[in-house]
């Protein structure tokens, strides 16, 4: 009786971490980790998954909905368009200098954004949207 107690709560408590990482969103893997979260710093806040933020906002506009307009669920990015635009900047996007995002960093989140969609640690409901949109 009270090992089954034991293995119920243990049930209970998996399941628990489970959906907390998808509500989250899973970890990336390993080999793209890096890139995530330098992504997650510096670029997330203008272009994660929501029409409210600057980026994702105007690549809305610019896609008109062809592709997905939050970078991190795209399929179509190389790393050197990314580094093109980070170093370059567009719009109002302005350039990240090597003293904010190094080389070495910046091609970690070339790699993270041309990752497979399922290496990249996305949310259950991101990873959907953005194998709909393939
Ligand atoms: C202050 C908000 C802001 C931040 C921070 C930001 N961006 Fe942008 N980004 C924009 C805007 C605005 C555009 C322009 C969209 C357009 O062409 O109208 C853009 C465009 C881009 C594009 C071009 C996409 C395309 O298809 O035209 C790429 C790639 C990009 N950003 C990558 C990044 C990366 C990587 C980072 C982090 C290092 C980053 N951005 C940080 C606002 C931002």
Not at 55 to 66: D, E, I, R
Request: aromatic residues 6%; contains cysteine; negative net charge.
């Amino acid at each position: 009786m009270k090992a089954q107690v034991v293995a119920a709560l243990g049930a209970v408590a998996v399941l628990a971490a489970l959906s907390a990482q998808a509500a989250e969103g899973g970890r990336a893997a390993p080999e793209f980790a890096e890139g995530k979260a330098v992504y997650d710093e510096w670029c997330a806040t203008c272009h994660a998954d929501s029409l409210g933020l600057a980026g994702t906002l105007a690549l809305q506009t610019k896609y008109q909905g062809a592709i997905p307009a939050a970078l991190a669920l795209r399929t179509d990015l190389e790393p050197e368009v990314v580094e093109y635009f980070v170093r370059n900047g567009v719009a109002w996007m302005a350039p990240f200098r090597k003293t904010e995002v190094s080389d070495a960093q910046l091609a970690a989140i070339g790699a993270y954004l041309s990752a497979p969609l399922d290496k990249r640690g996305l949310t259950a409901a991101e990873l959907a949207k953005a194998k709909a949109a393939q």
